[in-house]
Structures are given as C-alpha cells and as structure tokens.
T-cell receptor
Framework: DAGVTQSPTHLIKTRGQHVTLRCSPI?????VSWYQQVLGQGPQFIFQ???????GRGNFPDRFSARQFPNYSSELNVNALLLGDSALYLC???????????FGSGTRLTVV | GQQVMQIPQYQHVQEGEDFTTYCNSS?????IQWYKQRPGGHPVFLIQ?????EVKKQKRLTFQFGEAKKNSSLHITATQTTDVGTYFC?????????FGKGTLLTVNP
C-alpha cells in the first residue's frame, strides 16, 4: 500500500511568485493536513481538511490556501512568496478519527 | 494558544546509555503523540497516549502521560545508533497537532 505522496520533492521559486504543492493521502484516509517545518523547529500546523471541508486553520496569512478534492488528494497554494516561506512543507494523512498521522516526505521549498 | 515545550533540545549519549526527553504543555491535552524524524527525513508516528497516567512500551521505548495530562516523557533504554534522530511530542486536538521543538538525539558508537 502506497504511503503519503507529495510532489514536487524540491522547488525553487522567486519572491512574489506563486506555488502549488500536491499531496495524495493513504488510501482510505479522508483527512489531509498541511504543516510547515523550518530548520531546527517542529512542524507548524497550516490546515486540515476532512471530507473536502476545512476543519481547521493555523496562524498563517491569507496568502496560504488549500483545498481537498473528491479523491481526498489535496493542494496547498501559497501566493506572493516571501523569503521566509522557505521551508519543508509536510502533508499528513489520517483517518480523521483522532489517530496518528502519516507524513509524506515533504516538499522542500526555497524562495530566492 | 497552546504551547508545547520539550527538553532537552539536544542530547548526546554513548551507545548503550539511556535517554529521556520531556514534554510539557501550557494547557491540558486531549492526547499526546510522539514522532521520530531522522536527519533529512520526515516525522514518523511512534505512539499516541490518551489516558491520564498512561504508560506504553514499545521494545526499548517507554512513553508516559502525566496524571494531569499536561506532560509526557519518552525514555529509551540502552540506546543504539539506529535511535539517532529528533524526537517530537505533539499535543493533539480535534484537528491539529501542536509540536514541540523536539529533542535531537545523537549516539556515539
């Protein structure tokens, strides 16, 4: 059974540009969460989606948005990129019933 | 908002020594989860604790959840080089995890 897949694995963008990151959850998992991890820190919660509805949003600006599709895959969009958006973006899937999360390998975003 | 603190930030041990990391929350937690992240890798789920005073074991790893559900610990007995990585605790709620900064464990063979 495939794990959580994220694409792309690495990305370099210029300040002011837009980026779309993609995630496919484990089959059968209806919940997808997005986390941002900067070097030396723990992951920071951005969004959670369950059954295509936003369940929660972290303390991130409106430049960050996300959605979940009928097949439970998800996209994270970031507009007007800043240097400080450089980080590892992690997608995590779960059943949505309060169990542990399975993280993908992440997308390493570098903004120059 | 909820804050989760972990100590120590770093721990270097000789192979065979024990290791403990501690986690404290500013608020009562509904559950706590522990993750391990190898260098260059992604967090991997280890365990979830839900009940006050709960203790769970996984081979050489022992996890505890405090009576007040505001603190937790992870103890590794007789560390091995394969234990190297950053151990994170994360307070769980209905829809999000609040991670601590983690404890980086290095093991000298």
């Amino acid at each position: 059974d495939a794990g959580v897949t994220q694409s792309p694995t690495h990305l370099i963008k210029t300040r002011g540009q837009h980026v779309t990151l993609r995630c496919s959850p484990i089959s059968g998992h209806k919940s997808v969460s997005w986390y941002q991890q900067v070097l030396g820190q723990g992951p920071q919660f951005i969004f959670q989606y369950y059954e295509k509805e936003e369940r929660g949003r972290g303390n991130f600006p409106d430049r960050f948005s996300a959605r979940q599709f009928p097949n439970y895959s998800s996209e994270l969009n970031v507009n007007a990129l800043l240097l400080g958006d450089s980080a590892l973006y992690l997608c995590a899937s779960s059943t949505g019933q309060g169990d542990g999360y399975t993280f993908g390998s992440g997308t390493r975003l570098t903004v120059v | 908002g909820q804050q989760v603190m972990q100590i120590p930030q770093y721990q270097h041990v000789q192979e065979g020594e024990d290791f403990t990391t501690y986690c404290n929350s500013s608020t009562t937690l509904s559950n706590i989860q522990w993750y391990k992240q190898r260098p260059g890798g992604h967090p991997v789920f280890l365990i979830q604790l839900v009940k006050s005073g709960e203790v769970k074991k996984q081979k050489r790893l022992t996890f505890q959840f405090g009576e007040a559900k505001k603190n937790s610990s992870l103890h590794i007995t007789a560390t091995q080089t394969t234990d190297v990585g950053t151990y994170f605790c994360a307070g769980g709620s209905n829809y999000k995890l609040t991670f601590g900064k983690g404890t980086l464990l290095t093991v000298n063979p």
